[in-house]
């Protein structure tokens, strides 16, 4: 028999958890419970209100309760407050932020990982800086922050709006070497961005090679606070302490026209390869193609 | 009946001084005024004074006593921060306080029966004083815990609250409507330590305060005039000045007087860097932040320099602004040996950021800002902020401004879909190259050989190769009103090396240029 009241059942704070990752309000749980005659709550169950201390012990118990009186399938998507915001926060480290380009996600199986090194080590017009810039508008197009260190001052921000990014959730650091760079890298992950895109720009790098303890800390920072790290080189630069490395073969210009009629630029299509990840194995091959935006217009 | 509470520092000079060089406590140290030989002692610490050290002597006594002795000169920086600090403990209980100057701060404590009862302690019988001791001991423990020992009385006047403050056994609490009482028995020196008057009271007997305010008041008041009267009303306990509300201060500061002129900056750094502790940890107090610091050195043998630094956000940490200091310093040396300095922080709120349960969540203000403020020492001030579009057609415009990015959305969005765009990467400067051409079509790119004026010793990338696929010319014309007009023609090239590259001529001056690559 149903003896609480909708007061009652929000001192216990409780969600509904679907699997789609949304969350049902109290008054959805109530109607749930409504719907297949639970026993909910007794009354004399709520804590007093006089005593701030006492609150929390009589709450686990009546969740408690509350779980022991549902169906075992409904209880198990139950969660208090804490429990709640401890899963949404294991999710977020779990989730990646896409680049959402089908093609790089697909090696990445997602996106880039949260508190991982990823490295993207391509010459000249491989597409490295279209993949940088769509990493960071996925990023800010969601709402999160995103730092872009550009060590060859390479940004065009009418580009990067044109990719879709929000420009005021980006941080854009111009530094002059690769140790600045570095250095702004790891300021930037202990901040909480929870992107950071490392774009060392074009050989020959300016300023001398860092240290590979450099990339080994760099790395261990992200992992300590979840982030994602995007570091893009002309070479292989960060060692053995990326999670994953993705190289690029020369890419070819596509072009409309032939012969003696005009051409015009449409595009560029390249080969990316996964050369190096820790959990998969490496080898794998996508065509990648970008097209200009007056071919897409 | 109002109540007050004096809080008094005892030998405030000497508490300044150990409160900027806390590594002296413990040791034997004096406080001296004066030059040389005639510098005599102000102050001395216990373990001084336990050698038979007191105020008064001529250094060369004191150090004839124990030749170990550790003389400090009166620092009226040091005085003057103390004081500060003494009044900001002294607002944390009250917030009508009086400065009082030198070490001596009065509270208005009436109506505080409810905040400090402390229900270990009183009971029903031991009366209204009860929570006044509550009330000092916190006091004591706050001003202790920020480095001055500090004594306390609490009476109904400041004058009985000041005396009841000067006594050793600290708190002391004079009961309303006793301060008379309380002050009988003290010795006449209490209430006029340094006045003539107080001889010509010794002439007649009178020995303690009672006695004084047994005398008729009339009496005294026709032989010794205003001032006779003045002082019989203040031996009975009759106080009638006002506490007067001081106002707070609009900034913070903090500073001292070096004992020898510093000349390299490591050793400045050194004691400024627990110069900003204490300024953060007062302004933390209070929930403040600095928003802009200013530093004001003095030179040797005269002279001033100051210099602001500007946050890019109220900030607490000391590292962040230390640093700033140190690149400020070595940017603009001072150009004179520092025998002094001072710190003035410009208070404001500090920022803070909105948890959110189910989107993105927010980056701390304070933290970002203090990243800011070191990327930018690091790199440039002009090197960091948010990218921002400007009108035109140039390539290689841009403009960067302060970052303050908005508060992230209440859920959490999906990010947007790629079009697959391919980018071009701004080359900036244009890296100048020759172009050869045959006929009228562009056949090689080959590299030009200038000086690379970028002042950093890198070398500049090399662009070269044969011209596989041409498209072109786009005709660029921009600002034909400005004293540098653009006036170009564009074309997209393929090089047979690898490379999509967008390159241009000037046609004014008909040089060759790549300005971007398709990356």
Known sequence: MITATPLDLRLVTAYVIGTSSLLLPVESLMSSALLFQMPLLPRETRPPADSETEITPPLRDDLARLRASLAPELAARISSASELARTLQRRRRDEAIPTTIPEVDRLLEGGLPRGRLIEIAARRSTGRFSIALSTVASATSSGDAAAFIDLGDHLDPSALEIAGAELSRVLWIRPRTVKEAVTSAELLIATGFPLVVAELGVHPLPGRRVAEASWVRLARAAEGHGAALLVCSPYPISGTISEAVISGQRGRAAWQGEKKTPRLLTGLSTTLRLEKHRHRKAGDAVMLRLLMKEVIR | ?519
């Open chain 2, 1 to 519: 009946m109002a109540r007050i509470a004096s809080l008094l520092v005892p030998l405030f000079p000497l508490a300044a001084r150990l409160r900027s060089e806390p590594e002296l406590a413990g040791e034997a140290v004096v406080i001296v005024e004066g030059n040389g030989n005639a510098a005599h002692v102000i102050a001395a610490s216990r373990r001084a004074r336990r050698e038979t050290i007191c105020a008064g002597m001529t250094l060369p006594q004191a150090r004839a006593l124990l030749p170990k002795l550790i003389a400090r000169g009166r620092d009226a920086e040091c005085e003057r921060t103390s004081q500060e600090a003494l009044l900001e403990i002294a607002e944390r209980f009250s917030p009508r306080i009086e400065d009082a100057g030198e070490g001596v701060a009065h509270l208005d404590v009436s109506g505080m029966e409810g905040l400090f009862r402390d229900k270990k302690e009183t009971t029903a019988e031991e009366g209204p004083a009860d929570h006044e001791t509550t009330l000092a001991r916190a006091i004591i423990q706050a001003a202790g815990t920020a480095g001055l020992p500090t004594r306390v009385g609490i009476a109904a006047s400041k004058l009985a609250a000041r005396i009841a403050a000067e006594l050793p056994k600290s708190p002391v609490i004079v009961p309303p409507g006793e301060e008379s009482a309380f002050l009988a028995p003290l010795p006449l020196t209490r209430l006029l330590p340094e006045l003539a008057i107080g001889d010509a009271l010794g002439r007649w007997g009178i020995r303690s305060i009672g006695e004084l305010a047994r005398l008729p008041e009339a009496e005294v008041a026709s032989r010794l005039g205003e001032t006779g009267r003045a002082l019989h009303w203040a031996a009975r306990g009759v106080d009638s000045r006002p506490l007067t509300p001081r106002l707070p201060p609009p900034e913070f500061r903090e500073g001292m007087d070096l004992e020898w002129p510093l000349v390299s900056l490591e050793p400045f750094l050194f004691i400024a860097n627990a110069a900003l502790d204490r300024l953060a940890r007062r302004m933390e107090v209070q929930g403040f932040a600095c928003r802009r610091l200013e530093l004001l050195l003095k030179l040797e043998p005269d002279g001033y320099d100051s210099r602001g630094i500007d946050l890019p956000a109220p900030t607490r940490d000391v590292k962040t602004m230390l640093t700033l200091i140190r690149l400020g310093l070595e940017a603009r040396t001072p150009g004179a040996p520092v025998a002094g300095f001072s710190f003035v922080a410009h208070p404001d709120r500090p920022r803070r950021a909105q948890l959110s349960l189910f989107g993105s969540p927010a980056l701390s203000p304070d933290k970002l800002a203090t990243t800011i403020a070191r990327l930018a020492a690091l790199i440039g001030s002009d090197r960091v902020g948010t990218p921002v579009t400007v009108d035109g057609h140039a390539p290689e415009r841009f403009a960067i401004v302060a970052h303050d990015p908005p508060p992230p959305p209440e859920l959490r969005r999906r990010p947007r879909r790629s079009r697959g765009l391919l980018a071009v990467r701004v080359l900036r400067p244009p890296v100048p190259v020759e172009v050869i051409m045959r006929g009228n079509e562009l056949h090689s790119v080959q590299p030009l050989a200038v000086r690379n004026d970028s002042g950093d010793g890198s070398k500049r990338m090399k662009i070269e190769g044969s011209i596989r696929v041409a498209s072109g010319p786009w005709s660029l014309e921009e600002g034909w009103w400005c004293e540098k007009p653009v006036d170009r023609d564009y074309w997209d090239v393929e090089l047979s090396s690898g490379g999509v590259y967008r390159i241009y001529r000037e046609r004014g001056e008909g040089g060759w240029y790549v300005d971007g690559m398709y990356d």
